[in-house]
């Protein structure tokens, strides 16, 4: 079992930047693959960004390439989600997420956090 809690969502003004955290609880973390995922209001969810349990395999969204970063650090249980260049349209609650294998998208996941909201404005 894995346990998520993001933190470090909030409002910024477009061009900034923005560090999200998860702390995941539970011993399987350092052997699990780690994924941010974000819904804007009315959309589906949709996958952002995604690392393997070492952190030597990492994929982006098209849309996000250039400007968001993910990394862990197993020793602290946690992942991160550099956020740089934000724009309006990145306005979106931000789910930190686990599963056993490479994440592609939602059928990959086992845990989902609570999410944390960032609102871009222009």
């Known amino acids: 079992q894995v346990q998520l809690v993001e933190s470090g969502g909030g409002l910024v003004q477009a061009e900034g930047s923005l560090r999200l955290s998860c702390a995941a609880s539970?011993?399987?973390?350092?052997?699990?693959?780690m994924g941010w995922f974000r819904q804007a209001p009315g959309k589906e969810r949709e996958f952002v960004a995604s690392i393997n349990w070492n952190g030597g395999w990492t994929k982006y969204a098209d849309s996000v390439k250039g400007r968001f970063s993910i990394s862990r650090d197993n020793a602290k249980n946690t992942v991160y989600l550099q956020m740089n260049s934000l724009k309006p349209e990145n306005t979106a609650v931000y789910y930190c997420a686990a599963g056993r294998r490479p994440i592609t998208g939602v059928l990959d996941i086992d845990y989902w956090g609570q999410g944390t909201q960032v609102t871009v404005s222009a």
């Open positions: 539970g011993r399987t973390f350092s052997s699990s693959a």
